[in-house]
């Protein structure tokens, strides 16, 4: 139940393209889901996050589509470009005792954006 | 503000030494985590701090693990004895009340001969 499902474990597109990342969760009491890009040699930098009160947020050409009943939320970068190659992580906190803003992390996609 | 800082970048050691990888949070946090990953893991919390005070420690992998935040600007993981298989990047991460984003450090690459 705590765990977070991502998918796909790799994606290449070309450059313009729109790449979707997908996760899926058990435990309907996550409430906070990330998005972290990282790129090789540096730590995991927060993207964009949303709550479960709604079901899209866009922050430039990153948007994360939110589906509370099928408790899935993905990624879609717009206008790809090649600086965008990095490895993208979900992932998942819920308020509460002893799980206070812990994140639990997908296993990570990384894309290549091709020129 | 300089971020979450941690040191060494690298670390090699033989199997058997003690290893200990420093962490310094970004002023004001009061959260801290340290995370590892590996390729067939991925990123996985081991302990996280609250106010300096460790509150769930269920991911350490064993008793060889050990951490400490003796000051709201300082944190230690020691790993005593390594192994191989404790070859990974670790990761310190900071976050404040209220704020569920996390900063992390750039990380250190441990490698156990």
């Known amino acids: 139940q705590q765990q977070v499902k991502q998918s796909p474990q790799s994606l290449i597109v070309q450059k313009g393209g729109i790449p979707i990342i997908n996760c899926a969760y058990e435990n309907t009491a996550f409430d906070y889901f990330p998005w972290y890009q990282q790129f090789p040699g540096k730590g995991p930098a927060l993207l964009i996050a949303i709550r479960p009160d709604v079901s899209e947020k866009k922050e430039g050409r990153f948007t994360i589509s939110f589906n509370k009943s099928a408790k899935q939320f993905s990624l879609h970068i717009m206008d790809s470009q090649p600086g965008d190659s990095a490895t993208y992580f979900c992932?998942?906190?819920?308020?509460?005792?002893?799980?206070?803003?812990?994140?639990?992390f997908g296993q990570g996609t990384t894309l290549q954006v091709k020129p | 503000d300089a971020g979450v800082i941690q040191s060494p970048r690298h670390e090699v050691t033989e199997m058997g030494q003690e290893v200990t990888l420093r962490c310094k949070p970004i002023?004001?946090?009061?959260?801290l985590f340290w995370y590892r990953q590996t390729m067939m893991r991925g990123l996985e919390l081991l302990i996280y701090?609250?106010?300096?005070?460790?509150?769930?420690d269920s991911g350490m992998p064993e008793d060889r693990f050990s951490a400490k935040m003796p000051n709201a600007s300082f944190s230690t993981l020691k790993i005593q004895p390594s192994e191989p298989r404790d070859s990974a990047v670790y990761f310190c991460?900071?976050?404040?009340?209220?704020?569920?984003?996390?900063?992390f450090g750039s990380g250190t690459r441990l490698t156990v001969v």
């Open positions: 991460a900071s976050r404040t009340t209220g704020n569920y984003g996390y900063t």
């Open positions: 701090f609250n106010n300096n005070v460790p509150i769930d």
């Open positions: 992932a998942a906190s819920m308020k509460g005792s002893g799980n206070t803003g812990k994140l639990i």
């Open positions: 002023s004001g946090h009061d959260y």
